[in-house]
């Protein structure tokens, strides 16, 4: 919104262009003045009501059509412990089976090394169905589900989407959005090297931007910022 210089404001009766649903909890419930907007004007992610873990594996598995979601009872192989809820980073492997945990999902572990001391993640930017850019974040892997930060980045590099996901997958992880009703945000994807998927483990509804070096967030900023105007505004 700086790039753009567009004014923000959360006072639904001042005049306005556009109304974008932010809210960071994992499960949304509309008050009722969103609501009331939502009867009079399109809401940007005014359908996007979970986030859960284990809503956005079971939106992944029916889009996709495979899973990483795995019977923590009885799996013998490495798999992750993660807290249900948005933003946690609380993620841990664990190796023997163990009884499921309320509030908690159980993931296969996926490979996405990139060698034996990094791994690499893809975050993609969602803007009305479309993906304007592909940040490839290589952190280490003895940290691998904390947050990104200066602890455990290594490096961030900007792609083109083409050159990130083939065809199909841009076009499966659009549907994915549709089905979510995430018009506006951020995902997380992993490709594991073993089977050479992509696995969607993260959704986001109110996303932070470009995580990478002062220069090159600024021209991504600006690469998203004029998608969004394309998108939303014209």
Same mark, same amino acid.
């Given at each position: 919104?700086?790039?753009?210089?567009?004014?923000?404001?959360?006072?639904?009766?001042?005049?306005?262009?556009?109304?974008?649903?932010?809210?960071?909890?994992?499960?949304?419930?509309?008050?009722?003045?969103?609501?009331?907007?939502?009867?009079q @004007?399109?809401?940007?992610?005014?359908?996007c009501r979970?986030?859960?873990?284990?809503y956005?594996?079971?939106k992944?598995h029916?889009?996709f059509?495979?899973?990483?979601?795995?019977?923590s009872?009885?799996?013998?192989?490495?798999?992750?412990?993660?807290s249900?809820?948005?933003?946690?980073?609380d993620g841990?492997?664990?190796?023997?089976p163990?009884?499921?945990? !309320?509030?908690?999902?159980?993931?296969?572990?996926?490979n996405?090394?990139?060698?034996?001391?990094?791994?690499?993640?893809?975050?993609?930017?969602?803007?009305?169905?479309k993906?304007?850019?592909a940040?490839?974040?290589?952190?280490?892997?003895?940290s691998?589900?904390?947050?990104?930060?200066?602890?455990?980045?290594?490096?961030?590099?900007?792609?083109?989407?083409d050159?990130?996901?083939?065809?199909?997958e841009?076009?499966?992880?659009?549907?994915?959005? !549709?089905?979510?009703g995430? @018009?506006?945000? @951020?995902?997380?994807?992993?490709?594991?090297i073993?089977?050479?998927?992509i696995?969607?483990i993260?959704?986001?509804?109110?996303?932070?931007?470009?995580t990478?070096?002062?220069r090159?967030?600024?021209?991504?900023?600006?690469?998203?910022?004029e998608?969004?105007?394309?998108e939303f505004?014209?």
């Amino acid at each position: 919104m700086r790039s753009l210089k567009y004014n923000m404001t959360n006072n639904p009766r001042r005049n306005h262009h556009l109304t974008i649903y932010w809210d960071y909890d994992t499960y949304r419930k509309p008050d009722k003045e969103i609501l009331e907007l939502a009867k009079q @004007e399109s809401v940007i992610n005014f359908n996007c009501r979970d986030i859960s873990k284990s809503y956005v594996e079971k939106k992944f598995h029916e889009v996709f059509g495979y899973s990483y979601s795995v019977d923590s009872t009885n799996y013998t192989l490495p798999y992750v412990k993660k807290s249900e809820r948005n933003a946690s980073h609380d993620g841990i492997i664990l190796k023997k089976p163990v009884k499921p945990e !309320k509030g908690f999902v159980y993931q296969k572990l996926i490979n996405n090394s990139y060698n034996n001391e990094l791994v690499v993640d893809i975050r993609v930017t969602i803007i009305n169905y479309k993906i304007p850019l592909a940040f490839l974040k290589y952190k280490a892997k003895s940290s691998r589900f904390r947050h990104f930060s200066k602890s455990n980045k290594k490096s961030v590099e900007v792609h083109p989407i083409d050159k990130t996901l083939s065809t199909n997958e841009i076009k499966k992880t659009i549907d994915f959005c !549709k089905a979510l009703g995430l @018009e506006y945000g @951020e995902l997380d994807i992993l490709r594991d090297i073993n089977n050479n998927r992509i696995y969607i483990i993260d959704a986001n509804n109110t996303p932070t931007g470009p995580t990478c070096k002062k220069r090159t967030k600024k021209e991504s900023i600006n690469k998203i910022a004029e998608v969004f105007v394309a998108e939303f505004i014209n």
